[in-house]
């Protein structure tokens, strides 16, 4: 996804970081910020679920605890992730904003084997794909077991939530950003999408294999509601 412009200058513009050790000291203070989000959304929403459950149960119910905490920890981690940091007065504006060529991906890994050697497995630009990938599977994971999507459903979802954060991105946050700092890619679209249906089909797995403890339902084919747990 375009958060990792922050990793990975594909067409050679300014104002990207460039890390080949690992994490940037910016991604790192982004993953805090969301945590730190997420403790605050949860206290927030923690006490009417608990005062919900005891109305409705008579009781707690841990299972619906852990889940909510799970999806806000995710939507937090995600979107910070996504839009941190924030373009600061020294940086940069980025010259190519938009990128429609699929799996452009795919020759960056040449450009970048051509410049620094290597194998391809160990490009950065590799690595990003993968974790565009790995960024969604979660989200996938959530629309199979909690929400009880089909794998259509589930690829809807996914392709959704990624085309609204690349078009967030390519409007400077609705204009709330100085600027566009983040690239609106196609390839991040189709591998956020691929990522959400290979975390609906581990979902699908994990539910076979605890068949016996856990009440397994059937996918269904409905209107998709992002923010409905069942």
Not at 126 to 153: D, E, H, K, Y
Request: net charge positive; hydrophobic share 50%.
């Amino acid at each position: 996804m375009a958060e990792g412009r922050g990793l990975i200058d594909r067409s050679g513009t300014p104002g990207k970081i460039h890390n080949v050790g690992g994490m940037t000291n910016a991604q790192v203070t982004a993953l805090q910020y969301g945590f730190i989000a997420f403790l605050a959304l949860w206290s927030v929403v923690l006490v009417p679920q608990l005062i919900t459950q005891l109305a409705r149960h008579g009781g707690l119910r841990l299972r619906g605890l852990v889940s909510t905490a799970a999806v806000l920890l995710y939507g937090c981690m995600t979107l910070a992730v996504v839009f941190l940091p924030l373009p600061g007065p020294g940086t940069r504006r980025l010259v190519q904003t938009v990128q429609l060529h699929p799996f452009q991906w795919i020759a960056d890994i040449h450009t970048e084997l051509l410049k620094h050697g290597g194998t391809w497995f160990t490009t950065q630009t590799f690595q990003q794909a993968c974790l565009n990938v790995l960024l969604f599977v979660p989200l996938g994971v959530f629309a199979r077991i909690l929400w009880r999507r089909g794998l259509t459903g589930t690829a809807l979802i996914g392709f959704t939530a990624s085309l609204l954060i690349e078009i967030t991105q390519l409007t400077a946050n609705f204009g709330t950003a100085p600027y566009v700092y983040r690239i609106f890619d196609v390839d991040d679209l189709m591998n956020n999408t691929f990522g959400a249906v290979v975390g609906w089909v581990f979902g699908a797995l994990l539910l076979t294999l605890l068949r016996s403890p856990v009440d397994v339902q059937p996918a269904r084919r409905e209107r998709v509601h992002f923010a409905e747990t069942r």
